[in-house]
């Protein structure tokens, strides 16, 4: 059995697995949380026909699975564009003070996206 990696969005260790059902039910689960309170990550995998070792072995997969360079670079872009987005927005603002903008909130939810991604996007750089 592969050991669990730690979480892959906060870093924390994996909660022991949580088995549900046994070969007497109609379905089998087996479900990988992260261990640190306020993260809610998790896998589930779940199966009628498989057994429980097997339904395992798939979360284990899963849970220990990270990004991969194609990924990072998607999340790298897409950071890229939004932080751009949000130096254009602040140009247009400064150039028009007497308009108060309707999409203040907008600006500050991308900025909080772009700071999600950016960690993101460290820890997976950290991960591999």
Same mark, same amino acid.
């Given at each position: 059995m592969d050991k669990?990696?730690?979480?892959?969005? &906060?870093?924390? +260790? %994996?909660?022991?697995?949580?088995?549900?059902?046994?070969?007497? /039910?109609?379905?089998?689960?087996?479900?990988?949380?992260?261990?640190?309170?306020g993260c809610t990550k998790g896998v589930t995998v779940g199966a009628?026909?498989?057994?429980?070792?097997? &339904?395992?072995? +798939? %979360?284990?997969?899963?849970?220990?699975?990270?990004?991969?360079? /194609?990924?990072?670079?998607?999340?790298e872009a897409r950071i890229a564009e939004l932080e751009n987005y949000v130096e254009k927005f602040a140009a247009q603002a400064k150039n028009f003070p007497a308009i108060h903008y309707p999409d203040d909130v907008s600006l500050v939810a991308i900025r909080i996206n772009v700071g999600d991604l950016r960690r993101a996007a460290a820890l997976l750089k950290e991960k591999e």
């Open positions: 669990l990696k730690p979480c892959p969005f &906060c870093g924390s +260790e %994996a909660a022991e697995p949580l088995f549900i059902g046994n070969d007497h /039910t109609k379905k089998r689960t087996v479900t990988i949380k992260c261990k640190a309170p009628m026909r498989f057994s429980h070792e097997w &339904c395992h072995e +798939e %979360a284990v997969k899963k849970w220990n699975t990270r990004a991969t360079d /194609t990924a990072l670079a998607a999340a």
